[in-house]
């Protein structure tokens, strides 16, 4: 019995993930709606192997059993976390990303650009003063730099194409308002306008905020 | 729980949650397989000369167009219903990067540098059929084959005859589905676990060496055991900073050859012929990377 029942396992954990909204923390928006198909039939294929009741020693080994609870319990007990600073470090916080693809000018009001857009746009025009002014609104999260200022800091988010595997973090370089000084690691909303200052040698588009606010991490944290 | 451990689960569950869809529709497709060609006529389509078979078996992943952990039970039932182990396993090596979507995916990543997409295809296609060739000289191909599954499939086919099709299909579908899934979660367990260790700027240092770059990268994709669907992505992320035949090399290589593509073959075949296939594909890689960077500018 315990294949219908791993199986039934699976597809309920990955119909509740769906159900909860919980995908986006793994896998990139395309592969939501195949997880839950997925979900579903092993959710079926597991209730008509139930039913069929075969004899015992049809069962999967110990070792594979074992092997397959493993995630199962970590799906289900551990609450999801989108991945943060450790993974930020471990990867690679460029102050000046490489382009990702063809640079396509983003079209739009700055105030609704996200931190893949405003990167994109610094690429499509490596002038920083024809920057300065245009106002910035971004959610993301707090990494601090060595390579910057005492107390400014990149808030950043990670560019996935497929899954958390691949994740990819990007980060704007932040000079905060005076008394603000959020932790490594949290999510914070940025408010300000677009400034030029030296960075790491280099004169950079920055983001000169006006507040700093903590904030939840978004409902899909990754950009895509 | 610290901010590592937590990210090390959460790309572990990542990559199983986007291959289990993969594997799923490989199980299905296998087990439609196992019912439709239940006739002792089996393969017969297949062309009778050495090379005209085994190359029509590197287009046969045109019709699969799932990655590595998909193709693997459909490898298997094929090697059950007769076709020769050779063939399967140049089914196994072309299948994952010589199929549309995957043509696909690599043009939308490199429209700047289309002939990345001819030699990614290209090389597949050489490398796939010319370890075809390799193995089918082999004397006794059933020695290839992993002894433990050979016996069971063999229990396998004869059993259960007095079940309806619908049970049949979901019992075979689920005894698949458990043995490759356990082995998947040891895959996506290694991937996560190099993911969370290794820094990768240790990597990026060696971008440029026309040798150290491709070796930088194939051992890149066996490490990150991404799916073929969407590696041609991540190759992306390195574009600027690596050699073009390092990338190549990584896109060749990476769905031939990786972390879960090696636990999943090693159901099928000997650990034997695995590591002489391993050994072979990674050498012809490595030449073809070194050729691109010194000949093609």
């Known amino acids: 019995m315990t294949a219908p029942l791993l199986a039934l396992g699976y597809g309920a954990y990955l119909v509740q993930a769906y159900a909860r909204g919980v995908l986006y923390v793994y896998i990139h928006p395309i592969y939501v709606l195949p997880a839950l198909v997925t979900g579903l039939i ?95 609104r971004v959610t993301g999260f707090v990494v601090k730099d060595g390579r910057l200022p005492e107390g400014w800091f990149l808030v950043a988010r990670f560019i996935v194409q497929c899954c958390a595997v691949d994740a990819q973090p990007i980060g704007l370089v932040v000079r905060p308002p005076a008394g603000a000084s959020p932790a490594g690691g949290a999510w914070v909303a940025v408010d300000g306008v677009v400034d030029v200052a030296e960075v790491g040698g280099e004169r950079r588009p920055i983001v000169g905020a006006t507040t700093v606010a903590p904030t939840d991490p978004p409902a899909q944290p990754y950009l895509y | 729980m610290t901010g590592r451990l937590q990210d090390g689960v959460t790309i572990f569950l990542g990559v199983l949650i986007e291959a289990i869809p993969f594997l799923l529709l490989g199980v299905l497709v296998s087990q439609l397989l196992a019912r439709v060609s239940r006739s002792e006529r089996g393969f017969t389509w297949l062309p009778r000369g050495r090379l005209a078979s085994l190359a029509s078996m590197a287009g046969l992943g045109a019709l699969f167009p799932v990655c590595e952990c998909g ?19 140049v089914f196994l090596l072309s299948a994952p990067a010589l199929n549309p979507v ?28 010319g370890v075809g060739l390799l193995l089918s000289l082999h004397p006794r191909p059933a020695a290839l084959l992993n002894p433990r599954w050979t016996k069971a499939a063999a229990e396998d086919d004869g059993a259960h005859e007095g079940e309806g099709p619908v049970r049949r299909f979901a019992r075979g579908a689920l005894a698949e589905f458990v043995e490759m899934g356990a082995v998947l979660v040891v895959g996506a367990a290694l991937a996560a676990l190099v993911q969370t260790v290794v820094p990768r700027q240790a990597l990026l240092g060696i971008g440029q060496g026309p040798v150290v770059s491709v070796a930088a990268m194939m051992l890149l994709a066996v490490a990150l055991s991404v799916c073929s669907t969407v590696d041609a992505f991540v190759a992306l992320a390195y574009a600027g900073t690596f050699t073009n035949g390092s990338l190549v090399a990584f896109l060749v290589f990476g769905p031939m050859i990786d972390i879960k593509a090696i636990l999943l073959m090693l159901t099928i075949f000997s650990a034997r012929a695995v590591a002489l296939v391993a050994l072979v594909v990674a050498e012809a890689v490595f030449l073809v990377g070194l050729g691109l960077n010194y000949f093609a500018g």
Request: no cysteine; glycine share 8%.
């Open chain 2, 71 to 89: 193709n693997v039970p459909v490898a298997r039932r094929l090697v059950t219903r007769g076709v020769p182990v050779a063939a399967a396993m």
């Open chain 2, 102 to 129: 995957v043509a696909l995916s690599t043009w939308a990543a490199f429209r700047e540098e289309p002939s990345i997409v001819l030699y990614r295809l290209g090389f597949t296609f050489v490398i796939a059929v």
């Open chain 1, 42 to 136: 092993l959710v079926a294929l597991g209730a008509v192997g139930l039913a069929a009741r075969r004899r015992a020693h049809d069962g999967p080994s110990w070792t594979a059993t074992a092997l397959l609870a493993l995630p199962l319990a970590l799906g289900f007990l551990l609450p999801p976390a989108p991945l943060g600073l450790a993974s930020a470090a471990q990867r690679g916080l460029d102050l000046e990303p490489a382009a990702s693809g063809e640079v396509v000018p983003v079209a739009g009001p700055p105030e609704s650009f996200t931190i893949k857009d405003w990167i994109n746009t610094f690429q499509a025009d490596p002038e920083p003063m024809r920057h300065a002014g245009k106002p910035v």
